[in-house]
């Protein structure tokens, strides 16, 4: 694996994603939709209020996300906090009506990772980091 001086991006408004969370026993991954949010280490995710994910989240804070990108892989890791101030606008800018029973969760990443596919497989890859303070 080589590293490279390319800084990766942020996931695209609307990525899915996996999430994964620190339940009471074990990791829970389950997939969600991003959105960015007003800062450039900020990802949002629209969900239920009463969701598994808002508890595992109160009682531990550490989140890691991970998906695929059009030329390899993505992943990230970050603390999430229940953002009842951002749901009216991440709802607006989801395109949902502003009625819905949701609220926001807003991931600060601290790192973000991007694996480009250079080759013929999975192992001939380039590796770039981005770290946020």
């Known amino acids: ?6 800084t990766p991006e942020l996931p695209a408004p ?6 994964t ?22 990802l949002l995710v629209l969900t239920e209020p009463d969701a598994e994910k808002i508890s595992d989240i109160a ?5 890691a996300l991970g998906g695929p990108c059009p030329d390899g892989w993505w992943s990230a890791e970050g603390s999430a906090v229940v953002d009842q101030d951002a749901t009216a ?6 395109g949902l009506p502003s009625q819905r029973r949701l609220t926001v ?8 990772r991007e694996w480009t596919v250079t080759g013929g497989g999975p192992w001939d890859n380039t ?3 981005r770290t946020f303070a």
């Open 1 to 6: 694996m080589t590293s490279v001086s390319v």
């Open 14 to 19: 609307g990525t899915v994603c996996m999430l």
């Open 21 to 42: 969370t620190y339940g009471p026993t074990t990791l829970h991954t389950r997939p969600v939709t991003v959105w960015p949010g007003d800062c450039p280490c900020d």
């Open 59 to 63: 009682d531990r804070p550490d989140v």
């Open 89 to 94: 606008a991440a709802l607006v800018a989801a």
């Open 105 to 112: 969760v807003r991931i600060t990443l601290s790192r973000l």
């Open 127 to 129: 590796y770039a980091e």
